[in-house]
């Protein structure tokens, strides 16, 4: 599965060699959501531990990843493999933007971007 997300560099780790073959880097994206700041941790493997090397602490990027989950003696790991970071582009649209929609056709659906309904779903017991 692929997936993209834009934030801010928040930190970025020194790469760690594994084993004599295997080396892997880390680092975590602050993004945006709502009222609250998301911290999300990235990985880099072999060859891609350098991506990050040309951005510093407090940069936009944009980062290319693959969802990936693994199971262990019954214990369950989720990493999110970056595989292409890059500066986010700016907004090419213009200002007369596409008319609304008008409630034909299959852009009725909601999309990835749109905001979740009204209401308090917030049920976390903490």
Known sequence: MSFEI?????????TENKTDSFQAR??????QDGNYPQYIKFQLTQDRCALVDPYNEGDLMKVHFDLR???WNEKYFTNLN???????????ESPAAPAANTGSGA??????????????FDDLPF
Do not use: I
């Open 6 to 14: 834009e934030g801010t560099l928040h930190k970025k780790f020194d």
């Open 26 to 31: 880390e680092f975590v994206l602050q993004v």
């Open 69 to 71: 989950g693994r199971e």
């Open 82 to 92: 970056a595989w292409r970071v890059e500066k986010p582009q700016a907004n090419t």
């Open 107 to 120: 852009s009725d659906f909601p999309t990835a971007s749109d905001e979740p309904p009204a209401g308090d």
